[in-house]
């Protein structure tokens, strides 16, 4: 997709990424998802709306976004913290290049993280392909493409990639966003959550957005974020010796 | 189409001038730059590799300038100081991925090359995690070299290095800079860089303090004025015989034992034993006063 530069940046990246004990960080949390609602399953909760809570509140509000910061910061935030991206940007290769192959690898992990544990929870928790189980689905690989382009877009304006996403994801989307009407429009989780709604047609989701409003606003947010991440790794700078 | 230029450059971060008003020409050949730590060489070799703006002046690499422009990484070949490289990698695989990045024609063939270069064939199909500090060094400049560029920077390629290690990156410098390459390397040692045959640019405090030729500079160091501390068990009677040795240009009384001022480094040490013992004086301590890096480079600073 990027030519033999784009393919050697990502083969190196996914390699790094997976080897890199926080790996077992991002294999955790979907694991967690699954038992839960194979326990909830089991126990026959009484409340009839628990797989909309445990799909759409921690599936895809603290999953997702849990997984692709892990994910998203590491891609890129690892090389720069250790100061190995030098010898990838000592290479004539474009920075725009850099950028994609690292965002579409962090995609790419974080739908096998994130999404399909999703859809596996889906369909235990709903009984087979029903519309809810598709629907967060949905909702969850639109999120892996949004929340990435952020965290990736963080990881290259600050060393402190994990706090600053954190800070994000947990006040801004989970406090401003519940309390603040004006917040859910910069939302990703919002964004996921109206595209999950458009097919599942659940009230108890809460989607705040259309599907239009969630597309078009995602759409803008990823592309924003991913032209800030180039143009930042563009003038990435090397700290001099102390003075 | 090899040369580096700086004219007028200065660095800033905030109110810290970092390099401040430095023009030079660097060509062909091996040079050194050298200076005590914290002196500003990193963040010239950053200008000067693209990895720092200019804050003043003007910088070009090859004609071009080398901020914002990742085109110059196909005339130049960059040896970051930091050890970090892709240490899951074998050394064969870390450099063929470098010649892909660079999209050449047949990146096993110019990888087979680079680690020709630096003699790391024995040791190409293990993991860089497995490499010791020299040969990471060398693997690194393969890396660097896989493009063949004419012109390389090195960012303190001997930090770390064992006698041995330096002495081979040194004959590897010095190869490559007579292939017509234009060399530019930094360090903090001015003394172990004794192979070199190159010229230098000393920097000093973000100011380029010295340049020019190697010996010629390493010359006014061995015969700048040497200061000791001495400790014996009679400093009065010792110092009395002292000032009257040619070798010997002053001595003080202090507190913490004798200090002596001499103008011949060999002479003295050779001699003050042998007058210890003509005079029945025990020697307790001999430091030398001022080896400090940052002394000799002052001192070349001030003449």
Known sequence: ?243 | MSTIELSHVSRWYGNVVAINDVTMTIGPGVTGLLGPNGAGKSTLLHLIAGFLAPSRGELTVAGTASWHNPGIYRTVGLVPERDSVYAFLTGEAFVRTTAQLHKLPDPEAAAQRAIGIVEMADAQDRRISTYSKGMRQRIKVAAALVHDPPILLLDEPFNGMDPRQRLHMMDLLHRLGEQGRTILFSSHILEEVERLSGTIQVIVAGRLAASGDFRAIRRLMTSRPHVFMVRTSDDRRLGASLIGRPAVTGVELTGRGLQVRASDYGAFTRELAVLARDEEIRLRELLPADESLESVFTYLVET
Not at chain 1, 118 to 137: D, M, N, P, R
Not at chain 1, 189 to 199: C, F
């Open chain 1, 1 to 243: 997709m990027f030519g033999i530069q784009g393919r050697v940046v990502a083969a190196i990246t996914l390699r790094a990424t997976i080897g890199r004990k926080r790996a077992v960080l991002f294999a955790l949390a979907p694991l967690v998802l699954i038992l839960v609602t194979v326990a909830l399953k089991l126990s026959h909760p009484e409340r009839a709306s628990w797989p909309v809570d445990i799909l759409g509140l921690f599936g895809l509000t603290v999953v997702l976004p849990l997984t692709a910061l892990i994910i998203g910061t590491s891609v890129l935030g690892a090389e720069i913290d250790d100061g190995s991206i030098v010898h990838l940007l000592a290479t004539p290769v474009s920075r725009g290049v850099v950028i994609g192959a690292k965002y579409t690898v962090a995609c790419v992990l974080t739908m096998v993280f994130a999404a399909v544990p999703i859809l596996v929870a889906g369909l235990i928790a709903t009984g087979g392909a029903t519309k809810l189980a598709l629907g967060v689905f949905a909702g969850a690989l639109a999120g892996s493409v949004m929340y990435n382009a952020i965290f990736v877009m963080i990881s290259v304006l600050t060393t402190r990639a994990i706090a600053w996403g954190l800070l994000y994801a947990l006040i801004w989307e989970g406090v401003l966003g519940n309390l603040v009407a004006g917040a859910r429009l910069l939302s990703v989780g919002q964004y996921s959550l109206g595209i999950a709604n458009s097919i599942a047609h659940d009230p108890s989701l809460n989607a705040a957005l259309s599907l239009s409003t969630a597309v078009v606003a995602g759409l803008l947010v990823t592309a924003v974020a991913l032209v800030i991440a180039v143009r930042r790794l563009a003038s990435f700078s090397l700290k001099g010796e102390p003075a």
